[in-house]
């Protein structure tokens, strides 16, 4: 339950004591940005955000964009633990984030914090001429979409008809809601986040909130679940009943 603790924790609070213990050692705030955005995968930009936004601790790493392969050669203690050793894999994300920090208040070289062991030649995309660490990264070509049909437009032929039915649902049941684009992702807004989606290789990643998924979680047992986030398989008709009635409860419990 201590993990659970931590993982339910604000993002931009836990932020600003990383910032702090980074700065009063004389380390800057682009400093740890970059540390941030190494391990995540984040750009600066979807970071301030993060920090502004309602945003847990255990869904800023859920979320990650592309968590650095090279984070598996961070070892060391923190807090009397050896990170390489920590059981619970989300968990360690948060602990690397810690070690990272800790090296950098104690003045260790960027070169040095951030791990590179082998720096392979970057991936260059057939189609925009952007380079990337990975070979085949997901990223968008041109310009970020600007709304939720042009997001879809830009998945893989056997996501789209998927998306357009989660989306129609969604805004059946959120009629008053604003359709946005918010950490790359199709959001429905009326105040603050109230749900997401995205696609994923082989499923739609929607994300709701944990306490939505707990409120649910009778309905959801042939879904693969974690804090926050139902996962639907292409492999399964949509549930999308059920997909409007935890849109709507999102709404009612804002």
């Known amino acids: 339950m201590e993990n659970e603790k931590v993982f339910q924790m604000d993002f931009g609070k836990i932020y600003e004591l990383l910032l702090n213990k980074a700065t009063r050692k004389g380390r800057t705030k682009s400093e740890v940005d970059e540390v941030v955005c190494w391990l995540t995968g984040y750009s600066t930009e979807e970071l301030e955000q993060a920090r502004s936004s309602p945003v847990r601790y255990g869904d800023f790493f859920r979320n990650a964009p592309a968590l650095n392969p090279n984070r598996v050669f961070i070892k060391g203690v923190v807090c009397g633990i050896r990170v390489e050793e920590i059981e619970d894999p989300l968990m360690r994300e948060i602990r690397y984030l810690d070690k990272l920090v800790d090296e950098l208040a104690r003045g260790k070289a960027m070169e040095k914090i951030l791990r590179a062991p082998e ?5 260059v995309c057939p189609r925009c001429g952007r380079s990337f660490r990975r070979a085949g990264q997901s990223h968008y070509c041109g310009q970020p979409p600007e709304t939720i049909e042009d997001y879809i437009a830009a998945q893989p032929e056997q996501a789209r008809d998927y998306l357009r039915q989660v989306n129609a649902a969604i805004r059946a049941s959120l009629p008053e809601a604003r359709e946005k684009i918010s ?12 749900i997401q989606f995205a696609a994923s290789k082989r499923h739609i990643g929607l994300y709701p909130g944990p306490e939505a998924v707990a409120a649910f979680a009778d309905r959801l047992t042939e879904y693969r679940t974690s804090k926050g986030t139902i996962q639907l398989p292409y492999s399964k008709p949509l549930p999308l009943e059920l997909i409007g009635e935890i849109a709507k409860w999102c709404e009612q419990n804002a």
């Open 119 to 123: 720096e392979p030649e970057p991936w």
């Open 183 to 194: 950490w790359s992702m199709p959001t429905y807004w009326k105040g603050r986040n109230l």
